[in-house]
T-cell receptor
């Protein structure tokens, strides 16, 4: 079975600063995909960034980037120049094998103005 | 496209009543998923469809839960009879690609409260 662990239930960062959200996972698959989803107060889950495990280069989407450490099974999300609109729950997710997407429990990100 | 559309957005009902949640996926998406979100258990996959056919319903908690997809543009999740422990946010999501690799597009969820 696949597992995804987000060890930080809540994180707080000052506006314009950088914050890193942690995620570790476990899978027996050799080919898999990793995702970060954002869930704002409106509840709708929105894809932030996606990483294919076979790619060594870390994915980047504007202010969002990942640090993918395959050997360590770690997939952290870095948000640069934090903005008030970044405040949300962030979920790490793993796709691969027969289990489909497995989500972590989430990290609540607070942006301090 | 309008995105994944779910209804109702909120539902409050009494124990024992039947609940029907509805979902319209994004046109052209082959996969449809039903998830349940609670504080205790996080996001759980209940069932998913491929081309209107249920593929994996191993996440459906009990026989009280059933899901259908009569056509490519509509799906329902039914709970009968409902119980207080069914209180959660139920999400529908659709995807163009395989469930492991593709981006899931979520609806805004249906918040169910069973009294």
């Amino acid at each position: 079975a696949q597992t995804v662990t987000q060890s930080q239930p809540e994180m707080s960062v000052q506006e314009a600063e950088t914050v890193t959200l942690s995620c570790t996972y476990d899978t027996s698959e050799s080919d898999y995909y990793l995702f970060w989803y954002k869930q704002p107060p409106s509840r709708q889950m929105i894809l932030v960034i996606r990483q294919e495990a076979y790619k060594q280069q870390n994915a980047t989407e504007n202010r969002f980037s990942v640090n993918f450490q395959k050997a360590a099974k770690s997939f952290s999300l870095k948000i640069s120049d934090s903005q008030l609109g970044d405040a949300a729950m962030y979920f790490c997710a793993l796709g691969g094998g027969a289990d489909g997407l497995t989500f972590g429990k989430g990290t609540h990100l607070i942006i301090q103005p | 496209d309008a995105g994944v559309i779910q209804s109702p957005r909120h539902e409050v009902t009494e124990m024992g009543q039947e609940v029907t949640l509805r979902c319209k996926p994004i046109s052209g998406h082959d996969y449809l998923f039903w998830y349940r979100q609670t504080m205790m258990r996080g996001l759980e996959l209940l069932i998913y469809f491929n081309n209107n056919v249920p593929i994996d319903d191993s996440g459906m908690p009990e026989d009280r839960f059933s899901a259908k997809m009569p056509n490519a543009s509509f799906s329902t999740l039914k709970i009968q009879p409902s119980e207080p422990r069914d209180s959660a946010v139920y999400f529908c999501a659709s995807s163009l690609l395989d469930r492991n690799t593709g981006e899931l597009f979520f609806g805004e969820g249906s918040r169910l409260t069973v009294l």
